[in-house]
């Protein structure tokens, strides 16, 4: 199995965990227009404790302040796709979080001769 590297787009869309859109936390309808745009993975993870343009601190260590804790999407594919979704999160989240766009390489599995040919098979 050979692999090589490709060019792709990153995106990383950071969100309060508390925040809402149409009744909805605001980070399953990022992972919605993510799926519905066609990328072709996310990973949700929520982190432990930030600030933000706020300046509030938001921690897990503080019973009292343990709202509103950060969640991080990251979404990696084609630049054109990743571009397309990351212009309609942006638009829909508005002051409620932040998207970033990161050239990246991604390592893909090549296909042999003969491991195409059974895939068509």
Known sequence: M??????AMKLTIS????ERRAHHPLYQEVLRV??????SGATLTKGVMSFGVRRSIHSMMNEITMEN????????????????AA???????GEHGLVEL??????????????????NA
Not at 69 to 84: F, G, H, M, S, Y
Not at 102 to 118: C, D, F, I, K, Y
């Open 2 to 7: 050979q692999r090589t590297l490709l060019p």
């Open 15 to 18: 969100v309060g965990g508390d």
């Open 34 to 39: 993510l799926h519905d745009e066609g990328i």
């Open 69 to 84: 804790l950060p969640i991080i999407i990251e979404a990696v594919d084609e630049r054109t796709k990743v571009e397309r």
């Open 87 to 93: 212009a309609l999160i942006a638009e829909m989240l």
């Open 102 to 119: 990161q050239p990246t390489m991604v390592a893909s599995r090549l296909r042999t001769g003969e491991e195409r040919n059974n895939a």
